[in-house]
């Protein structure tokens, strides 16, 4: 009985492709389900459902570009995270690339945290204290954070 109980769990987590990120937000862990290709993409994550997926582009949408560097070199996949506040139980999420722009797209119209993931955050760096933005329907907004060491 043992024996199948493993069988049944490890096809499970076979089927599921290993999609859980663990996050860790103000030293609370949570397991949080997403999909592995969608580091490229803008992801909304919901704290309370446990849930990251791609975000859609709606009519009141805008785009926001983040751009960081360090010492005048980019911050490659780092975590970027925007809500109403830092830590809020719906956000979005996005890595930055090879170039330290994190493009968020499809946000709604409104005014937003920038904020960066604790866990993830790279050691020697200081974190930033969080940065208000606006995000307007039909634009881009940008902003640069400078990190320091």
Do not use: H
């Not at 987590?13 to 580091?39: D, Q």
């Amino acid at each position: 009985m043992n024996k199948l109980l493993i069988i049944v769990m490890v096809l499970i987590l076979l089927a599921g492709g290993g999609f859980l990120v663990y996050r860790n937000y103000f030293s609370s862990k949570t397991a949080v389900t997403s999909s592995e290709p969608a580091k490229n993409q803008t992801q909304v994550c919901d704290l309370q459902k446990q849930t990251c997926m791609v975000n859609s582009k709606t009519a009141n949408s805008g785009s926001l570009k983040v751009s960081i560097v360090s010492s005048g070199a980019p911050v490659k996949s780092l975590e970027v995270d925007i809500g109403i506040k830092p830590g809020a139980s719906q956000y979005y999420l996005k890595f930055t690339g090879e170039d330290g722009i994190a493009l968020f797209e499809g946000i709604p119209a409104g005014s937003y945290v920038i904020y960066f993931n604790q866990e993830s955050f790279p050691s020697g760096l200081i974190e930033p204290a969080p940065q208000a933005i606006n995000v307007l329907a039909g634009q881009t907004t940008q902003t640069n954070i400078n990190l320091s060491k």
